[in-house]
């Protein structure tokens, strides 16, 4: 397949600027520019899903400008419902430093990065106005969908001005670069037009762009910080084993457009996964090949692996051969204890309120319902020797206890 067949098979063209679109992605090399916005200190996965699209693109021989948006950050793209946030500069700053080094990453730092506040820092409201402005009629601007529908509960002239702001962005790009497409996701189609109308009455030229659909989970929310289910791409922020995790227990009805969209694999392996799949659904094949190649992406093959063995070891019950850092980043968010190295497993039951009192301690113990480190305990006296920082009690099937280990 060419880029554009491969691009329409993944689903990942909405809608489209310029006739040839088609040739000039199957044709000779061309720039082209993915943005964001540095409303945090990290990417998440929605960014990911975008740019694995501009990271597709690269592969098939064509230039990437990856833009963080320090000047558009100032002013904030408009939200549906209500103005964002304004974040002070320091915050800005601290933002884009963290963005650049992600998308860094992510391109093997083949990438090449710009700010889009470098071109704007200098350039005086009158002369913003006279050059931009003066070129974009106000009904045009009000037919925007996401200004029309704010227009009734009301919307600031800053956030008003955003799309005359990335549009400058592309015919700023397309002057000095000779960028001539703009790739984002289908949220941002109202901005990419102004753009392509500013390069059209500025330069008398014209650019090209595509948006892809927006990526939803099984519930039809985005995968955003806004809708409260962000996944980072900062390891610090959501570790590759959660990152794993979230991937591993995707719907069964979303799995294949995730592997189309989210992965490198081709046509003929996602089929194939496919139709193993299909096989047994229980084994989760396909959502296992998903989860590994994302975070294989995103970190690296060894995180992948490891969140391999950490899953493997869950599932099994079997967690005493993880480290205790691998300890530390799956079960950061349950119940934990610090113990005493010469506690016993009847007291540590007891004193830390995974059994209510001696009596049910000693009920857990002999039915076989407590494992440390994935070891059947039924012995009350049992102390825990093992030479580690961290163990994990596990009552029945599903409640998991973090215990630290005094090392006083």
């Known amino acids: 397949m060419n880029l554009y067949e491969d691009l329409l098979w993944r689903g990942l063209i909405k809608d489209v600027a310029g006739e040839d679109l088609r040739e000039k992605l199957n044709g000779e090399p061309i720039t082209f520019y993915w943005g964001t916005d540095p409303t945090a200190d990290s990417l998440h996965i929605g960014h990911y899903s975008s740019l694995v699209t501009a990271k597709r693109l690269a592969r098939y021989g064509h230039h990437p400008i990856l833009l963080c948006g320090g000047a558009t950050g100032r002013i904030g793209d408009p ?195 496919m139709l193993e799949h299909e096989k047994n659904k229980e084994k989760r094949i396909a959502q296992k090949a998903l989860a590994y190649e994302v975070v294989k992406d995103i970190h690296s093959k060894e995180e992948a692996e490891k969140a391999i063995k950490i899953s493997e070891a869950l599932f099994t019950g079997d967690i005493k051969n993880l480290s205790d850092n691998e300890i530390e980043n799956v079960f950061a968010n349950i119940p934990s204890f610090t113990i005493n190295k010469e506690d016993n497993i009847l007291n540590i039951l007891v004193n830390n309120g995974i059994a209510s009192s001696r009596r049910e301690g000693r009920e857990f113990l002999y039915s076989n319902a407590i494992t440390l480190d994935g070891i059947i305990i039924n012995d009350e006296n049992t102390i825990i020797t093992k030479d580690k920082k961290y163990h994990i009690i596990r009552r029945g099937k599903k409640k998991y206890y973090l215990l630290k280990i005094d090392q006083k």
């Open 79 to 273: 939200r549906p419902t209500a103005e964002r946030e304004i974040l002070d500069y320091q915050t800005i700053e601290k933002n884009v430093k963290g963005i650049k080094a992600q998308i860094d990453k992510l391109f093997d730092g083949k990438a090449e990065i710009v700010d889009n506040y470098d071109w704007t820092k200098d350039y005086t409201i009158l002369e913003f106005l006279r050059d931009i402005g003066k070129h974009i009629n106000i009904n045009y601007m009000i037919n925007k969908d996401i200004i029309a529908r704010r227009l009734e509960t009301g919307i600031t002239f800053a956030e008003f001005s955003y799309t005359l702001l990335q549009g400058y962005d592309f015919l700023h790009l397309y002057q000095e670069k000779n960028c001539i497409m703009q790739v984002e996701g289908s949220d941002q189609w109202g901005n990419i037009t102004t753009g392509i109308e500013l390069i059209k009455k500025k330069l008398g030229k014209e650019a090209y762009a595509f948006t892809m659909p927006l990526i939803l989970d099984a519930n039809g929310n985005k995968f955003g910080k806004s809708e409260g289910n962000a996944l980072w791409l900062d390891p610090k922020k959501t570790s590759p084993y959660e990152i794993y995790q979230y991937m591993i227990n995707s719907d069964d009805s979303k799995v294949l457009e995730y592997l189309k969209v989210f992965t490198f694999l081709s046509k003929e392996e996602i089929e194939n996964i």
